[in-house]
């Protein structure tokens, strides 16, 4: 596709119940990030994907949080047991490669409410 | 570990008028910096990004920042300020080191009104 696309763009879900989301990265962008955007936390870095691999998943607040990336594509972020705290936009971002001066492209994000 | 401090969470200015939005950053080797725009209910725009090249970078929409490593800023400025420049804008640094993976560490943002 033209750019990053995320679903669902909203989330509802009761407490303790799982959920997924997704992204669809630009076609051909090797590097893939999670970051989380929350009131009073601002922009946080969750995660990141070279390839099929995470080099870096310093970010991932708890062990209820996970990610994955197939094919080298599409990443899921799944997150065990939601807690109201989890209420956030998600967002996905894509980069050419790895390279600090990249630009990094972001998704529309996914909204998801704990309740 | 690196930072970024956006000076002043919402700024408020007049049509027409001058747009200065502040970013200091905090970074033991010098790094990269961007500003990024978010419009309500959309993910995150770049304006425009430093990479030692230039220190006077054009961006998109007519904004433009100045990199200076003796104040350790990077604050992006717009002459005449648009009604459709009201969003939320972000401060962000990367390390320039293979270690970062190009991640990047955000500011706080600066919401920018713009008034008729």
């Known amino acids: 596709g033209a750019g990053v696309s995320q679903s669902p763009s909203n989330k509802v879900t009761e407490k303790g119940k799982d959920v997924e989301l997704r992204c669809d990265p630009i076609?051909?962008?090797?590097?893939l990030y999670w970051y989380r955007q929350s009131l009073g936390q601002g922009l946080e870095f969750l995660i990141y994907?070279?390839?099929?691999?995470?080099?870096?998943k310093s970010g991932l607040p708890s062990d209820r949080f996970s990610a994955e990336r197939t094919g080298g594509s599409v990443s899921t972020l799944t997150i065990q047991r939601t807690q109201q705290e989890d209420s956030a936009v998600y967002l996905c971002?894509?980069?050419?490669?790895?390279?600090?001066?990249?630009?990094?492209?972001f998704g529309e994000g996914s909204w998801l409410t704990v309740v | 570990a690196q930072s970024v401090t956006q000076l002043g969470s919402h700024v408020s200015v007049s049509e027409g008028a001058l747009v200065l939005l502040r970013c200091n950053y905090s970074?033991?080797?010098?790094?990269?910096l961007f500003w990024y725009v978010q419009y309500p209910n959309q993910g995150l725009q770049l304006l425009l990004k430093y990479t030692s090249a230039a220190t006077l970078v054009k961006g998109i929409n007519g904004f433009e920042a100045e990199f200076k490593k003796s104040e350790t800023s990077f604050h992006l400025t717009k002459p005449s300020a648009h009604m459709s420049d009201a969003a939320e804008y972000f401060c962000a640094v990367s390390d320039p080191g293979g270690t970062s993976y190009g991640k990047l560490t955000f500011g706080q943002g600066t919401i920018l009104t713009v008034h008729p």
């Open positions: 994907f070279q390839g099929n691999s995470a080099p870096d």
């Open positions: 970074s033991s080797v010098p790094p990269y």
């Open positions: 076609s051909g962008h090797t590097a």
């Open positions: 971002a894509s980069s050419p490669t790895a390279f600090s001066g990249n630009t990094i492209y």
